[in-house]
């Protein structure tokens, strides 16, 4: 009998997380435990604060009220009561559950950022996070609530609440209460000291995991694109001159040059690029690939840079320093992700608006290109593929509306607190903008295919025989009228969990 292995450990606190450390702690692949490290680091931290408040310091929300309150100095035996208020009285949140994938994330993220120091909380409260997150009790943090400024403030309540055996958890598959849940898995509550409860509702860990979570599954869709593009080329006999270095070096964005070499590669070998051609040129939704997926590219290398630096950026605030100072800053304010999240929204919503009119003209071609009408063999007595056209419009309708920015918006709830970010929303927004993207590719996927059997026996390039091959895994030809929606779905989920990627790295189809 094989061994059973631990899954690997991945330590915080001695080095920048890597986005391929978070993926496999965040999908729960992976454990992860407080370097020695950053124990003494925040030992040493907490010590600066200890004798700041011993000399009297006056330090917002550790000995002062918060907000407009902020003048108002607390008695020392009200200092640590309401650090446990805070938390409690931030788990106000409504709207579905965030998922396990993003609650993971959330408890590393919000680890990572004490084991920094300059929040000064004891390593006990970063120890309890991870142990939470290892021990697969996931507190319950609903969606909606946070404005994204300072910090995820509702989010993050109930993501605390957990530590101090309040709120809910799921754990082991069941939803109870998070006192059972700790005492079932052997783990004490905390009594939240100086300065713990603030820190731990403070910071962009539910905005951060969100960004984290878009970027891993836009950064697929990048690709499937290209691949769904290279199918649609080859099905409606198109033009690959477009894609020519000579044509695109004149106009030289990288995302344009990438696109470009990646659907000549894909194309390579096919007979059904050799026919003799029906028109002079190319629709647009053809003949710019390389401009529009190449535009998504170029800005998607913006959005994932500044993701990545927020994955290992300090968002607590005051910032405590080692040598018996503080200063109360800004970075909380999640404006810098809520930006590029907002980008992220409308360079994906970009790919299925460009692949439903590649779509449309599988489906309904008006052009001679050896396609009966609807995709089927016999058009008179049935829709054939042509409804499918119909959700993908639909999907890029709901896009559009998905796409107006949310961090040109702001709600303030303060005197103080007076601008905010609403960059959870954009997450949000990211991610069902995603999801939906994933299904109109799978729609021009599975249209492209049925479109290169209908060319039997002219073949299509190896390269897109093999994705054929995959598409047919989950979708057998379409001879006649069948309800398609279970297919569709499926075939989203495979390119949204990577399987795409994967299928193309074991048949050494390389993509950039």
């Known amino acids: 009998m094989a061994a059973q292995h631990d899954p690997p450990a991945i330590l915080v606190g001695d080095h920048p997380l890597s986005l391929a450390e978070y993926r496999l702690v965040s999908e729960g692949r992976a454990t992860a435990r407080l370097a020695d490290v950053a124990v003494a680091r925040m030992e040493r931290f907490r010590a600066s604060l200890r004798r700041q408040l011993d000399r009297g310091v006056r330090i917002y929300s550790v000995n002062t009220g918060y907000g407009a309150d902020s003048v108002t100095s607390l008695a020392p035996d009200e200092i640590r009561s309401m650090q446990r208020n805070t938390i409690l009285s931030h788990g106000a949140g409504t709207g579905p559950i965030a998922s396990p994938e993003i609650t ?5 993220l919000k680890a990572n950022v004490l084991a920094q120091g300059f929040s000064a909380t004891r390593p006990v409260v970063a120890e309890r996070l991870l142990d939470l997150l290892n021990a697969g009790v996931l507190p319950v943090v609903p969606e909606q609530g946070s404005l994204a400024a300072s910090g995820d403030l509702v989010p993050s309540g109930h993501l605390a609440a957990a530590l101090i055996g309040e709120g809910e958890v799921i754990f082991k598959g069941r939803r109870m209460p998070a006192s059972e849940a700790l005492a079932e898995a052997n783990l004490d509550p905390i009594e939240p000291e100086e300065k713990e409860g603030v820190a731990l509702v403070n910071g962009t860990a539910f905005t951060e995991a969100l960004a984290l979570a878009a970027i891993l599954r836009a950064e697929r869709l990048l690709r499937a694109a290209d691949v769904a593009a290279a199918a649609s080329l080859q099905a409606m006999k198109g033009f690959l001159a477009a894609f020519e270095p000579r044509a695109v070096q004149p106009r030289p964005f990288a995302g344009a040059l990438l696109v470009a070499a990646n659907v000549t590669r894909l194309c390579a070998g096919g007979t059904l690029l050799d026919q003799p051609p029906s028109r002079v040129h190319d629709p647009y939704c053809l003949r710019c690939v390389p401009q529009v997926h190449g535009a998504s590219r170029d800005a998607f290398r913006y959005v994932r840079e500044q993701v990545l630096v927020e994955l290992n950026a300090f968002t607590d605030n005051p910032l405590v320093f080692d040598d018996d100072t503080y200063v109360s800053a800004g970075n909380f304010h ?12 409308v360079l994906v919503a970009e790919l299925a608006s460009i692949s439903q009119r590649r779509t449309q003209h599988l489906v309904a071609p008006v052009y001679d290109i050896g396609l009966p009408p609807k995709l089927t063999r016999e058009p008179k007595k049935g829709m054939g ?8 419009a639909a999907l890029v309708s709901e896009n559009k509306t998905l796409s107006f920015p ?18 959870s929303v954009a997450g949000r927004k990211a991610l069902e903008v995603i999801e939906n993207t994933a299904h109109v590719l799978a729609i021009e996927l599975i249209c492209a295919c049925q479109a290169l059997d209908l060319h039997a026996p002219l073949e299509a390039s190896a390269d897109i025989r093999a994705v054929h091959r995959m598409v ?10 069948r309800a ?9 989920a495979r390119l949204s969990a990577g399987e795409l990627d994967a299928f193309l790295e074991a048949n050494r189809i390389a993509l950039d």
């Open 472 to 481: 047919r895994e989950t979708i057998p030809f379409v001879a006649g009228d």
């Open 484 to 492: 398609l929606y279970r297919e569709i779905a499926a075939l989203a």
């Open 406 to 423: 949310a961090s040109v918006d702001s709600m303030a709830v303060d005197t103080t607190e007076d601008h905010v970010s609403m960059a």
């Open 385 to 392: 593929l042509f409804m499918l056209n119909t959700t993908a």
């Open 104 to 108: 993971r994330g959330m408890l590393l």
């Open 334 to 345: 999640a404006q810098p992700v809520g930006l590029p999240l907002d980008t992220l929204t």
